[in-house]
């Protein structure tokens, strides 16, 4: 067994696990040098053979103990056939959204624009099987694709005004999205992943009254169409409001917490295991500080089930070495 999956399943304490959300990526000059030569970024996440060779270049260089597939969230209203571009300096930017065309897309449709996701799951699965290793496959939450689909971009610190203003449009659509995700999933699960991660990263844009509609019932049906299927699924509800709650009702098997969150209080309120916290800013700072604040999370949750990550991605800034500096450290603690 995998030491996440000793953690998560059986809430082994003080083994410390450690994987960093967005680790295959462009702090890593291997990355940034096949991203020169591919500027189409979707295209990209869509060559199984340098997908697949991304996804092992953080491995290759740190002792960690997960894979997370190289894909975006944004390849589900790809396959739905949304136009989906990453634009430098300005992030993703979507096409008009157009119900009719996106109901008409079927299993053998989305799978055909989207399957060499899969193989790259497939090719990197059976390399770290062998490593005890996981393979982690993911997917943007309902409302997060939501947000991206219908504002065609990044969203700020708030919401438009009229977001909700085509109510039946908005509900329809999270349907769409849902079923396909629960294909996507499935398709994830049978080339290899053995871990789901959930990315809600928007989940702290709504207000209290719309949680149950919008995240609490759309993710709770995806995490026990997860457990059906016999895989872990850990959820980042990234700021959301009560994270007590949101574990309380949705039960996932693990919970990524954001560097906002005071981790003594989590401790106290959240029963199942833990991942994540770390500021990723703390990377850009220096190896002292790196060592304290990651020696401050490790102590915190010793008698809990914990895998050590960071509170968000890791920043493009951030130096190799700290990363390097940073494993160690996990890896060292006893
Ligand atoms: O190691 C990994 O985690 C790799 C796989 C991965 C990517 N995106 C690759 C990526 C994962 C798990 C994601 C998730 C993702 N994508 C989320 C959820 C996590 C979060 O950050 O909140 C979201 C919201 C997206 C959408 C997205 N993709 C945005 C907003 C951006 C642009 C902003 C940015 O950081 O550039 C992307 C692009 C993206 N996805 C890059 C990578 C490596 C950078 C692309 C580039 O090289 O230009």
Known sequence: MSPIDEVIKN???NINPIWIMRQAGRYLPEFRKIREKNKDFIKLCLNEELSSEITLQPLKRFNLDAAIIFSDILILPYGLGQKVEFEKNFGPKLGDLNLNKISQIDEVDFVEKVHRVY???????LDLNLKNKSTIGFVGAPWTLLVYMINQQSPKKTLKANFFKDEFLI???LLIIEK?????IKHQIDSGANIIQIFDSWAGLLEEKDLPNYIYSPT???VNFIKSLNV????FPREIKNYKEFCDIVKP????IDYNLNPKEILKNIKIPIQGGLDPKILLTDKE???KETIKYLEIFKNHPYIFNLGHGILPETNPDMVEYLVKTVKDFK
């Open 11 to 13: 809430k082994k304490t």
């Open 119 to 125: 193989k790259a799951i497939k090719k990197v699965s």
């Open 171 to 173: 509900n329809r659509i």
């Open 180 to 184: 396909f995700l629960k294909i996507h």
């Open 220 to 222: 709770l049906n995806l």
């Open 232 to 235: 872990p699924v850990i959820c």
């Open 253 to 256: 098997d693990a919970v990524n």
């Open 289 to 291: 500080t790196l060592r």
